[in-house]
């Protein structure tokens, strides 16, 4: 079952907040949600979205594959399948074309699972396909890789022919690299940490709170996460003591001072609490078996 229409304008309207000169750009993407046609399909014209996984390494650099078909230089990324969410068919993408398995790794904090950039571009024709000339809107989820080596690759032989990992500035996307490089100055730096999701003061879970302390002490893989409650830093050193996450959300070990504070939408990131009693901040860590990109992406 393809990712929810609703689910995929709210992640779009939410991109176009942080990002409203790009409204005119993306007025295709926004009629195609509205149309009849499945948005996720294929056979969706004159445009379908796409999904695409920006993997940063530690060094700062992107990883790029060759893809046989158009002998272009692109991050990881396809068509979405039966995938529950639009982050779940980037981290398939990944795994299937790189080899990098989601617990390999983790969200980042700007972005919370929501698409760094949202990219317009012509696909030509493809007779021996049967395909028309259209477009793809494809969705482009920023992960960090969580080993200080670069993750050993595994490409499909049928639709990779090599593989690269660029510095921000020589990023191929210009929009994509346009991005990276002002996120690079806001302070994204590759280094994966622990961090805390927190609700805001006035209880609304369909918002969560971040502050921006990474911590070098850990970080949330997405082959499944442990959450332990984290009310000003007083957190159980029992691990008989941790629970299990519901959703593995990514989250950084916050430094309360910072004044570095963003909302994003994502309810998954809090258990529910008891009738009347306002949700609880939680902290996640690495634990857990790997799962794959539905369970850790869904809900």
């Not at 660029?166 to 210009?174: E, G, K, N, Q, T």
């Not at 850990?218 to 996460?225: E, V, Y």
Request: glycine content about 8%; overall charge negative.
């Amino acid at each position: 079952m393809p990712p929810a229409r609703s689910g995929i304008r709210n992640l779009t309207e939410k991109y176009l907040e942080l990002h409203p000169a790009e409204r005119e750009q993306l007025k295709p993407l926004l009629a195609a949600l509205e149309a009849d046609a499945e948005p996720t399909s294929r056979a969706a014209l004159p445009g379908h979205v796409t999904c695409s996984a920006v993997v940063i390494h530690r060094a700062r650099r992107v990883l790029h594959i060759v893809h046989k078909a158009s002998g272009k230089l692109l991050p990881p990324g396809g068509h979405v399948e039966d995938d529950r969410t639009l982050l779940a068919a980037a981290l398939r993408e990944v795994c299937e074309e790189a080899g990098i398995r989601p617990r390999d790794l983790c969200l980042i904090p700007q972005f919370l699972g929501a698409p760094i950039d949202v990219d317009v571009h012509d696909i030509d024709a493809n007779p021996a396909k049967g395909e028309l000339a259209h477009r793809h809107f494809d969705f482009r989820f920023a992960f960090y890789t969580t080993a200080e080596q670069t993750p050993p690759l595994v490409l499909q032989d049928e639709e990779v022919s090599g593989a690269q990992w660029l510095p921000f500035a020589d990023v191929r996307s210009p929009t994509l690299r346009t991005k990276l490089l002002k996120a690079e100055a806001d302070g994204l730096d590759g280094q994966p940490g622990i961090f805390t999701v927190y609700p805001p003061p006035d209880g609304d879970q369909a918002t969560n709170t971040w502050s921006s302390g990474m911590s070098p002490a850990g970080f949330t893989s997405l082959g499944g996460a442990t959450v332990v409650e984290d009310p000003e830093g007083d957190v159980p050193e029992d691990p008989d003591e941790e629970e299990q996450a519901t959703a593995p959300v990514t989250t950084t070990r916050p430094d309360t001072r910072a004044d570095n504070v963003r909302r994003m939408e994502n309810t998954s990131a809090f258990a529910k609490e008891p009738t009347g009693m306002p949700p609880r901040p939680r902290r996640y860590e690495p634990g857990g078996q790997c799962q794959g990109p539905d369970e850790l992406a869904g809900g």
